[in-house]
């Protein structure tokens, strides 16, 4: 995967440069109404020359991509016990939760306005989203359920969550997230079958 500028997790003074940027675009989204920034807000703010900004994120768009994915990945892990079930009810619930948060509601529109504008489209997204990614290829690994991918939880636990909350409809409850749960499960279930394997999900699913 081509690696985006800026995704790295380097040592001393481009670590201290990451995080001044990052410090940076997250106050300035706290204050932004429409969920964006400039570089050249981004380079007073941190002190950073824009010129460093500019060859190592290439655009505002992924100077937001970079920070809030980078925040996700630190701030919300997903479980990972090997109970599939426990650990997407877990992970379901906690994103419901920090999207009914002002803040981080912010921060999601944030990510869909850069996503949607970002010079490289979905094929430039994919290296900032990279670490998330691992994280939740991490869980539906130890749940062992190869039948299932990252597609499958943007489709059906991601996409509908984002999708309410950013329509002022959130979902919040637990039978919201047994239902989205529920749904994931049951194409897992639906894969084996047509594969010839047992009814039943798995152990590693908790079912």
Known sequence: MTQAAGTTRPGGRSARTREAVHAAVRSLLDASPDGTVTVAEVAERSGVHPATIYRRW??????????LFEELSRRSPPPVT???RADMLAYT?????DLGEGVNLVF??????AARSHEGGLD??????????RQIEAMLTAGGTPELDVQD?????LAPVYVHALLG??????ADAERLVGNLLDALARRRARAGAPGDVGA????
């Open 58 to 67: 290439r655009d505002p768009e992924g100077l937001v991509l970079d920070t």
């Open 93 to 97: 619930r906690r994103l419901m939760a």
């Open 82 to 84: 090997g109970d599939l």
């Open 124 to 133: 430039g997204l994919r290296p900032y989203a990279e670490p998330r990614v």
């Open 153 to 157: 939880v943007l489709e059906m636990i």
């Open 204 to 207: 590693g699913s908790g079912r």
């Open 108 to 113: 999601a529109r944030a990510l869909v306005g």
């Open 169 to 174: 409809r959130p979902l919040s409850s637990d």
